[in-house]
T-cell receptor, first 116, second 110 residues
């Protein structure tokens, strides 16, 4: 069964709306989670590393104020896309685990975000 | 830095074999392989660690050539269920962050 749950699976909203996406690890405690963005037929691009109890680490080019990450517990990380615009439309995927080279990352089912 | 995957796409008949390559310009700590079906999350296949090794998962296996900074994924006697996009994720800086290649789309036909 799934070890990482992501919710919602799909969001359609108007431009200017803020959208929150949740990522939960079900079977284990995750001090670190990762947030990716994927455009159609393209690769997974790491946006940020979410750290429990501390600030997230953002990849170069990712706006911190645009993509707010909160990792308040060992099983939950949230990504909030603030004041979303059509160019923010994408497939957002979180992962948990993988905090050692020999450990896999387990991915959530992803959230398809469409901004009208 | 993003690894380079080849080929971009491959079409197979059931029972045929294929090889997918993943190359990096930097030294690697580990290589992770995932398969993603359309509209779904990537599913973990296997990890290969620095030190060079080969692993297998049913009829899917992989090798890691540390000197060449390259990994290859082997699909043997392909099945319809093998269809999907295969991504390699490479760990360069031993910080567990993965950079994913552009993906190889595999289509297996009956």
């Amino acid at each position: 069964g799934a070890v990482v749950s992501q919710h919602p699976s799909r969001v359609i909203c108007k431009s200017g709306t803020s959208v929150k996406i949740e990522c939960r690890s079900l079977d284990f405690q995750a001090t670190t989670m990762f947030w990716y963005r994927q455009f159609p037929k393209q690769s997974l691009m790491l946006m940020a590393t979410s750290n429990e109890g501390s600030k997230a680490t953002y990849e170069q080019g990712v706006e911190k104020d645009k993509f707010l990450i909160n990792h308040a517990s060992l099983t939950l990380s949230t990504l909030t896309v603030t004041s979303a615009h059509p160019e923010d439309s994408s497939f957002y995927i979180c992962s948990a685990g993988g905090t050692a080279s020999n450990q896999p990352q387990h991915f959530g089912d992803g959230t398809r975000l469409s901004i009208l | 830095q993003q690894p380079v995957q080849s080929p971009q796409a491959v079409i197979l008949r059931e029972g045929e074999d294929a090889v997918i390559n993943c190359s990096s310009s930097k030294a690697l700590y580990s290589v992770h392989w995932y398969r993603q079906k359309h509209g779904e999350a990537p599913v973990f296949l296997m990890i290969l660690l620095k030190g060079g090794e080969q692993k297998g998962h049913e009829k899917i296996s992989a090798s890691f050539n540390e000197k060449k900074q390259q990994s290859s994924l082997y699909l043997t006697a392909s099945q319809l269920s093998y269809s999907g996009t295969y991504f390699c994720g490479t760990e360069i800086t031993n910080d567990y962050k993965l950079s994913f290649g552009a993906g190889t789309t595999v289509t297996v036909r009956a």
